[in-house]
């Protein structure tokens, strides 16, 4: 494909932001960065084209060129609404497509029909604790990809081989998905302080594949907000865009009802809160990019990062919860 112009780039990313902007984000992630694409982004933040705060991760095979771009001490602040906010590695795929990792069979075999299919981790373990380790020597936040329980386990133990010594400080560690995550490996996540970032969508737009896939016990506890929180976490939400729409209020829905295309209520006991679900995607996600102090609630001093809707989560009935829309975003006031 031909290079975009020096134009086309502020302008496709103007209107990509106006997505996220038109849906009340304002403040987006790109959760697996290249070095040309950070590249383009960061030409087109030069150039003033961010309506609203991104903050990149690059992907594990591009961290070290954009480390020789971009100095440590660049990281972790804002330049033109742009951030590079720490590194990310993918451990699996994803429950639907069969990819994700597990510590039991799928019930309906594997893509290929294979027999007792668990799944396949995406590197060696040893690959994945020399990189972990590394990610914490830069002092980096570091975003893992991990949805199946066996993915978590081997996310869990690089970190224990990476932190061996100092298990609990905090890190800015953030398991992107933990959508198999065990009750077991949640108690793990509050004792090594490390933040899930659940996918409650999946509740709605795949559970009924999850539950041929896993079972409906297991895929009960899919996205298990309501754990995470009861333990003192403070989980985040995403709708990992575009593989689900970016409708936040939808998101909030399907954490506070957890029903499925087919009606089935997915967990009764993980639902949540309207406040809690709105928690998840405001305060809890300034504190994952570190940025508390200046985002996530109204308050004097923060920045005024706000949505305006046409009704109240807190007070309508929780089912029409997806239906209130955004009337207006504001960034910076």
């Not at 893992?144 to 996310?155: K, T």
């Not at 200046?294 to 920045?303: A, D, R, T």
């Amino acid at each position: 494909s031909e290079p975009m112009t020096a134009q086309q780039e502020v302008d496709w990313t103007r209107a990509g932001q106006m997505l996220f902007a038109e849906a009340g984000v304002t403040t987006a992630h790109e959760g697996a960065t290249h070095l040309p694409q950070f590249q383009t982004m960061k030409r087109a933040s030069d150039a003033g084209a961010n309506i609203i705060d991104v903050v990149a991760y690059p992907f594990f095979t591009d961290l070290d060129a954009v480390l020789e771009k971009n100095p440590l001490e660049t990281w972790g602040r804002y330049w033109n609404r742009l951030k590079l906010g720490g590194a990310k590695i993918t451990l699996d795929g994803s429950i639907q497509a069969k990819t994700g990792l597990f510590t039991t069979p799928y019930l309906t075999g594997g893509p290929g029909g294979e027999k007792d299919w668990r799944g396949e981790p995406g590197f060696p373990e040893d690959f994945v604790q020399a990189f972990v380790k590394k990610v914490y020597e830069l002092g980096l936040p570091l975003n893992i990809h991990a949805n199946g329980d066996g993915a978590i386990d081997l996310a869990l133990r690089a970190h224990e081989y990476a932190a061996a010594g100092d298990l609990a400080r905090a890190r800015g560690v953030t398991i992107i998905h933990s959508q198999f995550v065990r009750p077991d490996q949640l108690e793990k996540y509050a004792a090594y302080s490390m933040r899930p970032s659940f996918f409650t969508a999946h509740a709605y737009y795949f559970a009924d594949t999850h539950m041929l896939n896993r079972g409906r016990e297991a895929t009960f506890f899919l996205s298990p907000m309501r754990a995470a929180i009861d333990k003192g976490l403070r989980p985040t939400n995403h709708t990992d865009f575009v593989v689900t729409p970016l409708d936040q209020m939808f998101l909030v829905w399907t954490a506070v009802n957890r029903v499925s295309r087919n009606g089935v209520v997915v967990g009764p006991d993980q639902r949540v809160t309207p406040l809690e679900a709105l928690q998840a995607i405001t305060i809890n996600a300034a504190d994952q990019y570190g940025e508390r102090e200046s985002k996530g609630s109204l308050e004097p001093g923060k920045l005024a990062d706000l949505v305006v809707l046409d009704g109240n989560p807190l007070k309508v009935d929780p089912m029409a919860i997806k239906d209130i829309k955004v009337v207006e975003t504001i960034k910076e006031g």
